[in-house]
């Protein structure tokens, strides 16, 4: 069964903000928790890249079967 195209362009987009942080994690973007405590960069960069891996996987699991788009 084939999700909506919404569903499918939301994790899309979702894939694509979390590239846009890795980039700037690459660039040497430094951020903080609400209090002003840093947040563990190497850790938040592990996490972004497990969490697009899960997108990729999603993506490709509802997107159409070649040459049935």
Partial sequence: MAAPESDLGRLIERRVTLIHRLD??????????????????ASEKARLEAEVTRLDRKILALQPPAGRA
């Fill in 24 to 41: 700037l994690i690459a660039k040497g973007a430094q951020i903080t928790y609400d209090d002003g405590a840093p947040v563990d960069m």
